[in-house]
Nanobody, 119 residues
Framework: VQVVESGGGLVQAGGSLILSCTAS????????MSWFRQAPGKEREVVSC????????AYADFEKGRFTISSDNAKFTAHLLMNSLKPEDTAVYYC?????????????WGRGTQVTVSS
C-alpha cells in the first residue's frame, strides 16, 4: 500500500500550485481521496475530498473557491489545484485514502508535501 504526494514548494502570495497524489495497493471499492493540511503548531485539518464513484467533491470553508480537487479514478490519482495562495496556507499537505467515500474516515496516509507561501 502506498500513497505518495508531490507538487509542493515555495510560492509567492497570490500564486498557484498543483498537488498530486497517487495511491496504490489498497482494496477499497467505494473510496474517497482527501487532502488534509497541518500548519506548525496547529492540528491537522481537512482541505478537500472527492468520491471515487461519482466524483462528488467537498471543500473546507476556508478555501472560499480558491482550491479545486480532481481525480482520475482509473489511475487512483487526485490533484489539488490551489489558486490565490495566502501565507496562511503554508502547511504540510497530506493525501489520504478514505475507506468509505468522503465519510471522514481516512485510512491510508501519505507522508506529506510542504507548501510554503511567502508574503
Amino acid at each position: 500500500v502506498q500513497v505518495v504526494e508531490s507538487g509542493g514548494g515555495l510560492v509567492q502570495a497570490g500564486g498557484s500550485l498543483i498537488l498530486s497524489c497517487t495511491a496504490s495497493g489498497f482494496g477499497f471499492s467505494n473510496y474517497g481521496m482527501s487532502w488534509f493540511r497541518q500548519a506548525p503548531g496547529k492540528e491537522r485539518e481537512v482541505v478537500s475530498c472527492t468520491n471515487s464513484t461519482d466524483g462528488a467533491t467537498a471543500y473546507a470553508d476556508f478555501e472560499k473557491g480558491r482550491f479545486t480537487i480532481s481525480s482520475d479514478n482509473a489511475k487512483f490519482t487526485a490533484h489539488l489545484l490551489m489558486n490565490s495562495l495566502k501565507p496562511e496556507d503554508t502547511a504540510v499537505y497530506y493525501c489520504a485514502v478514505e475507506d468509505w467515500y468522503c465519510a471522514g474516515r481516512p485510512a491510508l496516509w501519505g507522508r506529506g508535501t510542504q507548501v510554503t507561501v511567502s508574503s
